[in-house]
Nanobody, 124 residues
Framework: QVHLVESGGGLVQAGASLRLSCTAS????????MGWFRQIQGKEREYVGV????????DIADSVKGRFTISKDNAKKTIYLQMDSLKPEDTAVYYC?????????????????WGQGTQVTVSS
């Protein structure tokens, strides 16, 4: 069982930056993608982006491309979501996810493990 713990959320003003972290514990996975979804209150979970654990290829949703980047530290089993030029519409709970295998789906139902979520609030 993979356990995911997010950190780094908070309240910031529009235009600011924030970096979220997600650390995985449990069995070592060799082929997986790890990344982020977000959920705005009252809406469905939205794909943000992922990074392949082997190789580091990233995929970022068009809605945040150019502002958000994902990186990883294999030794720490941690990924990061760097969010720049934040907007009020980025306000959401951000969830860390893991999917075993190499595919990069955008549907939340295809991800195997979820963190508890961390709140990001961007004020105008």
């Amino acid at each position: 069982q993979v356990h995911l713990v997010e950190s780094g959320g908070g309240l910031v003003q529009a235009g600011a930056s924030l970096r979220l972290s997600c650390t995985a514990s449990g069995p070592t996975f060799t082929s997986a993608v790890m990344g982020w979804f977000r959920q705005i209150q009252g809406k469905e979970r939205e794909y943000v982006g992922v990074i392949r654990w082997n190789g580091g290829v990233t995929d970022i949703a068009d809605s945040v491309k150019g502002r958000f980047t994902i990186s990883k530290d294999n030794a720490k089993k941690t990924i990061y979501l760097q969010m720049d030029s934040l907007k009020p519409e980025d306000t959401a709970v951000y969830y860390c996810v893991v999917r075993l295998g190499r595919r990069i789906p955008t549907s939340p139902t295809e991800y195997d493990y979820w963190g508890q979520g961390t709140q990001v609030t961007v004020s105008s």
